[in-house]
């Protein structure tokens, strides 16, 4: 069954013609030539596909097309518009987290999403949160010192904010 | 499939076409079944339009939960943690996060063998079911035993209210820490009053476990008193009532055995007996190694560099080659056999080339050249055509306008075969009469090695061990799977741009099989996602070439993950049967090893991998008398190859085993026996052969001696369910590919007509840090800056031959071309600005950005390389290029290396007394590999190698019955997730070369991983007296060694 499917990515609207079954990672890398999600098992086990629906951490090869109807849908180079991200690319880069790096736009979608939902994690929070994000690599430990290098980075960053008058 | 979105329960089963409809909610587990072969239905019913099915209502009998509500609500929910712990933990030890934000806990139920179920089990939990025309709430457990019915929706579970719990307990056993699935799962709670049980429930499940409460065990306990249960008598009855099946993973006695514990220890019961084993001479740390520096951002100060490719890559910025696209591209998609041995009868393509869509079929009736490749032994063909020999073995390629397409052709492929015999192990491959994988046979390599007098040797020994040791398929796990794209250019060059990791070689076995000369073919084989190993040999290439080739327009080509498990190449399982004797002063007097290795279906560097194993028989100890044995056999196993290590790591994973064993033996420190033996630094190699000078291997021994870990609590941890050990493994790795193999380095340095200061080597950025490493190692001999530089590398129309990426050689390469070029490029740059500037040469000097005056204080740039290259005609550039072989020892009757790097590795382990289960606590690495380039790259390549190989210890083995994977995932397919990795880790570097030391920095590629097995081994032997013979360590085993009940 294939039909217009209409959602939002990374703040503009597509439409796109596809099966109501086919993944969004597919449709993304696919059709619409969007190749920052990277696709490693497929099946949600790896996490290099994370992306953010309505908000919420979400693995594109888990969303068929017909979950992704109407609802906004922000791929790692969208992560431009959320202030969040910043911190985690700055605290990841400056600690050289990544090595081959094609697992590295997945992270930052989840710690991303980490930071929006927590305001301090810790090492503990950190590794629950990306208990579903794999990295053949690192060892983890370099992201683990990114992600807390972001925190402090967002930290500072608010204790320099002008206090509300 | 034909989705439809009904907006109530009666219109949603009024849709369901019977079998044929799928129920969805969160849709996550659609996905697996999908992935596991289970055949979509015709139709697909959304329930998120419904009313009513989401929402949590808290009533005085009970919770209410609707289906659709999502785990990730249900785990936020503040009342449900509050009040229901038990299922709050069961939802934290489902899934991932991620998936927890779509997966519902009407989805969960709905697949029968989600994690909630035994949860939702013991809280007596009932479902609001709905069929035609009736609606009913149903006892969870009713509900489970009877039949399946198609047209049922679960619309709520209601919890009901009931008296806390006395006691309560739900464990998950898994295969890993997080996003494991289930090896088995348990739930209990007990309900008492006046110290005496009045209620129990008892359930298990999780993935293969049927989910089922423990009736008979639970009328057992019912009426006990509390502080009586006869807690053995209980296990026993747990393990009777258990039921699970085999599943070629985890066999149906551990399931029985870990549950009983976790259910006997989580309700307060004792664990088994444990008795500590009888202690060994202790090891007193002694004074650190001075001149050791310690690794990371902070420590390292000046010395920690971004890496170039690092804020791309974290945007999702960096283009791979998988990640090309353009208007008019094809896409490629590869037939592979699906089966491990057969005769190809026909195959018939016509019905895959009339498909709309479809450009082009290859078979091997397009190759026009040799049908064979491999590294060592040129048996592996691009496309089969006289037979089959393992799964992944590829049969066909088609190109189409997509991807869709392209899977629909491949399916229209006929091929007609006549099965063989599998042969499904070295040993049965190696017996009378096995069928022949390859007609010469299946014996593919066999060596031989004799030192002194095996015989006399064990004859003066005091002490003798001798074992069995078996070391798993693991395989790479890089993130991104074999792919790229192809194009014929204009001038009919044909570019094959797809991940390796040495594209020369590539290139000169792709023009072996296209009949084509090498200079019309160009490889770009970088970026790429990571190799390890598992790139190095060909993987799409040659389909990628065909396909270009046949249709002349861009193909692009990327293997799923599934495909990649079956057509990849993985580690050489080996068996690796050694006795060693000491005497008894602990002196090591006799080594005898006997290695039988799976090559799989073909050999690519597997009989390379049987020699360096072969070659680290002794490790870094001198052993007089030595006999030793490898066998390398071809089965119809997948196909085995290169994988960080070389075979060192599994050979030092039974030595380092052998020689605790021969110091618990001898009543020595492990560190005093590993003293008394360890070779001498000048004098001749395992082989005989000239060794560079700079042998650390007494000082990594010091530093081990002196690491902090061994000071940290060992045995018994407080809460006694865990019992910790510590223990080491010393290695020492080889650099670059030997004495026999061709070896050859080089570089280009050269000013770009937009004035960067272009590094050109024909190595591959596989993620190590490549790119880094030559920006400061060119900058610090050239005097640029780093951000002058442009690396330009994996591309052999724009960079020449610097060998592969492998055997640790990079570093090397690298430094050697800094220092032989960087001079001559800087009198070339000093010459050329001398004449424009119309100065004496000897006056300038180059520093970042340009040229200033030699000695100046300011520093002031005189020209920049911009001005510089713009002031030259453009082949007029300066540049210097250096060629030469790498470094070669004397010694030729076998492959022997030069070049070493040493190391020591720590591992502070805890071995679970409930699961059997082994977790890493702490690793400490020591490293001695000369100057370090880069302190990043440096630093991640040890500690992913440590994980890594904690990987291979622990958790990975890619397990076949009858040639056919079991795991055929990255779900099944264990890989540590960051929830495994060590609590701690410590990465050290010793720099210091000697005087004479001409060869500079060491390579450190594979230098993490070599001593990480024994490490844990001797780890899990310091805590519970008993050493793992087998990786990955199978945690019945460990059980077995801890005794059985309580």
Redesign the interface.
């Given at each position: 069954m294939t039909g217009e499917i209409g959602f939002g990515l990374n703040g503009a609207r597509r439409n796109v013609s596809a099966g109501a079954s086919q993944r969004l990672i597919d449709v993304l890398r696919e059709e619409l030539d969007a190749t920052s999600a990277k696709k490693a098992c497929g099946i949600g086990r790896c996490g290099a596909c994370m992306v953010l629906m309505n908000g919420a951490l979400t693995n594109a090869c888990l969303l068929m097309m017909w979950q992704v109807e109407g609802v906004e849908i922000v791929t790692p180079e969208g992560l431009d518009a959320v202030a969040e991200a910043a911190f985690v690319r700055q605290g990841l880069t400056e600690e050289n987290a990544f090595q081959c790096g094609y697992c590295a736009p997945g992270f930052t979608v989840t710690l991303t999403a980490l930071l929006r939902e927590m305001a301090k994690p810790d090492e503990a929070d950190i590794r629950a949160a990306l208990g579903g994000n794999l990295c053949r690599c690192t060892g983890y430990h370099s992201i683990i010192r990114g992600a807390l290098r972001a925190v402090e980075l967002r930290a500072a960053a608010v204790a320099a904010l002008p206090e509300p008058a | 499939?034909?989705?439809l979105?009904p907006s109530t329960i009666e219109e949603a089963l009024a849709l369901s076409v019977g079998d044929d409809t799928y129920f969805a909610a969160g849709?996550?587990l659609i996905?697996?079944d999908w992935?596991q072969g289970l055949r979509?239905t015709r139709r697909?019913v959304?329930l998120d339009g419904i009313a009513g099915l989401g929402g949590i209502d808290i009533g005085p009998d009970g919770i209410r939960i609707g289906a659709l509500t999502t785990l990730?609500a249900l785990e936020r929910h503040a009342f449900v943690a509050e009040t229901l712990p038990l299922l709050l933990a069961a939802v934290k030890a489902t899934?991932?996060?991620?998936?927890r934000?779509?997966g519902t806990i009407g989805g969960n139920i709905a697949g029968r063998r989600g994690c909630l179920i035994p949860a939702l089990l013991v809280l007596d939990a009932r479902l609001d079911v709905a069929r035609t025309g009736v609606r009913q709430r149903v006892p969870l457990v009713d509900w489970l035993a009877a039949p399946r019915e198609p047209d049922c929706i679960v619309e709520a579970v209601f919890v009901p209210a009931s008296p806390a719990p006395v006691r309560w307990t739900y464990r998950k056993v898994g295969l890993r820490a997080?996003?494991t699935p289930a090896v088995v799962d348990v739930a209990a709670r007990l309900i008492a009053s006046e110290g005496r049980i009045t209620a129990c429930r008892i359930a298990v499940g999780g993935g293969p476990v049927a989910p089922a409460r423990l009736h008979e065990v639970e009328a057992w306990l019912a009426g006990e008193r509390l502080d009586a249960v006869d807690w053995r008598q209980l296990h026993e009855a747990l393990v009777e009532a258990i039921k699970g099946p085999e599943d070629g993973i985890r066999g149906i006695g551990y399931r029985r055995v870990a549950a009983a514990n976790a259910l006997v220890h989580g309700l307060g019961g004792r664990l088994p007996a444990w008795n500590p084993p009888a202690p060994r001479a202790a090891h007193v740390p002694r004074n650190s190694l001075p001149d050791e520096i310690r690794l990371?951002?902070a420590a390292s100060g000046e010395r920690?560099h971004?890496?170039p490719?690092?804020?791309a890559?974290?945007?999702?910025?960096?283009?791979?080659l998988t990640?090309v696209?353009d208007e008019d591209m094809l896409?490629g998609r590869i037939l592979r056999a699906g089966i491990p041995h057969a005769r190809i009868v026909h195959i018939d393509t016509s019905r895959a080339e009339a498909l709309a869509g479809v450009v082009a079929v290859v078979t091997h009736r397009d190759i026009k050249g040799s049908n064979g490749f491999g590294i060592v032994v040129q048996d592996q063909p691009a496309m089969c055509f006289d037979k089959v020999r393992y799964v992944g073995d590829a049969v066909a390629a088609v190109a189409a306008v997509?991807?869709a397409t392209a899977a629909r052709a491949i399916d229209l492929i006929r091929v007609r075969y006549e099965p063989l015999p599998v042969v499904s192990g070295a040993e049965a491959a190696l017996a009378p009469g096995a069928e022949a994988v390859h007609a010469a046979g299946n014996l593919q390599r066999e060596l031989r090695f004799a030192r002194g007098d095996i015989m006399a040797g064990f004859a003066g020994a005091a002490h003798v061990v001798e074992a069995t040791y078996e070391t798993p398929r693991q395989m790479?796990?890089?993130?991104?799977?074999e792919g790229g794209h192809a194009f014929v250019d204009a001038d009919g060059t044909l570019n094959v741009c797809a991940g390796g990791q040495h594209g020369r070689r590539d290139q000169m076995q792709l023009a072996r099989i296209l009949g084509m000369p090498e200079e019309r073919i160009r490889v770009v084989s970088s970026?790429?996602?990571?190799?390890?190993g598992g790139k190095d040999e060909l993987t799409v290439q040659p389909a990628l070439a065909l396909l270009a080739l046949k249709t002349g327009r861009r193909v692009r080509l990327q293997l799923?993950?599934?495909e990649s498990v079956a057509a990849g190449t993985k580690s050489n399982p080996m068996r690796i049967r050694m006795r060693t004797g000491c005497d008894a002063n602990g002196h090591i007097v006799a080594q005898q090893v006997d290695l039988l290795a799976d090559a799989g279906a073909y050999a690519s560097l597997s009989p390379g991998v049987m020699e360096t194993a072969l070659e680290h028989a002794c490790g870094p100890y001198d052993v007089p008398n030595v006999l030793s044995h490898g066998r390398l056999a071809y089965t119809n196993n997948g196909t085995c190859g290169a994988l960080r290590g070389f075979g060192c790591n599994q050979m030092s994973y039974a030595l380092e085993c052998q020689v605790e064993r021969l110091a618990v033996a001898c009543g020595l420190d492990p560190i005093e026996f590993r003293a008394r033996n360890l070779r001498k630094a000048g004098t001749r190699g395992y082989l005989g052969q000239t060794v560079a000078s700079t042998e650390r291997l007494d000082e990594m021994l010091a530093a081990a001696a002196a690491d902090p870990i061994w000071n940290r609590p060992r045995g018994l941890t407080p809460d006694g369910t865990e019992i910790i050990g510590v223990g080491m493994g010393m290695n020492y790795q080889g650099n670059g590919l030997g004495t026999l193999p061709p070896d050859p380095g080089g570089g280009t340095l050269r000013l770009a007509p937009d004035g960067m200061i272009e590094a050109a080597l024909g190595l591959d950025e596989?993620?190590?840090?490549l790119h880094a490493a030559i920006r400061n190692t060119v900058a610090a001999e050239l005097g640029c800056g780093h951000g002058d530089i442009r690396p330009v590398t994996g591309d052999t129309a724009a960079a020449p031959e610097s060998g592969s990426t492998t055997a640790s050689r990079g570093t090397y390469v690298v430094w050697r071309v800094a220092k032989e070029a960087a001079p001559c490029l800087a009198d070339e740059l000093t010459s050329a600005a001398a004449r424009i500037l119309d100065r004496s040469a000897q006056t300038l000097v180059v520093v970042p950005g340009g040229l200033a005056e030699r000695g100046s204080n300011s520093g002031a740039l005189l020209i920049s390389f911009a001005e510089l290259a713009r002031a030259l005609a453009p082949d007029g550039l300066p540049h210097a290029g250096v060629a030469f072989e790498f470094p070669k020892s004397d010694y030729f009757e076998g492959n022997a290396r030069l070049i070493f790097a040493f190391g020591a590795t720590l591992a502070r382990v805890a071995v679970d007394r409930v699961t059997g289960q082994v977790r890493v606590l702490d690793i400490s690495q020591h490293t001695a590999a000369g100057p370090v380039l880069d302190h990043?790259?440096y630093?991640?390549q040890i500690?992913?190698?440590?994980?890594?190989g904690q990987g291979f210890t622990i958790t990975e083995n890619a397990v076949l019955q009858h040639g056919l994977y079991l795991t055929e995932?990255?779900?099944t397919y264990i890989?540590?997730?960051?929830?495994d990795?060590?609590r701690s880790?410590a990465v050290f570097a010793l720099e210091g070369l000697e005087a004479d030391d001409r060869f500079g920095p060491r390579g450190i590629g594979e230098l993490g991983i070599g001593a990480v097995t024994p490490a844990i081994a001797n780890a899990v032997a310091d805590a519970i007296g008993y050493w793992p013979e087998q990786a990955p360590i199978d945690p019945e085993r460990i059980l077995g060694a801890l005794g059985g009940s309580p």
């Open positions: - | 499939m034909e989705v979105r849709g996550t996905q697996l992935a979509p697909l959304r990730a899934a991932g996060p991620s998936i934000n779509l997080a996003l990371g951002r920690w971004v890496r490719d690092g804020p890559k974290i945007a999702g910025r960096l283009t791979y990640d696209r896409v997509d991807a790479h796990g890089f993130m991104e799977t970026p790429t996602g990571g190799a390890f799923e993950r599934f596989i993620g190590q840090g990043a790259a630093l991640g500690e992913g190698a440590s994980v890594q995932n990255l779900d890989m540590p997730s960051i929830q990795a060590p880790m």
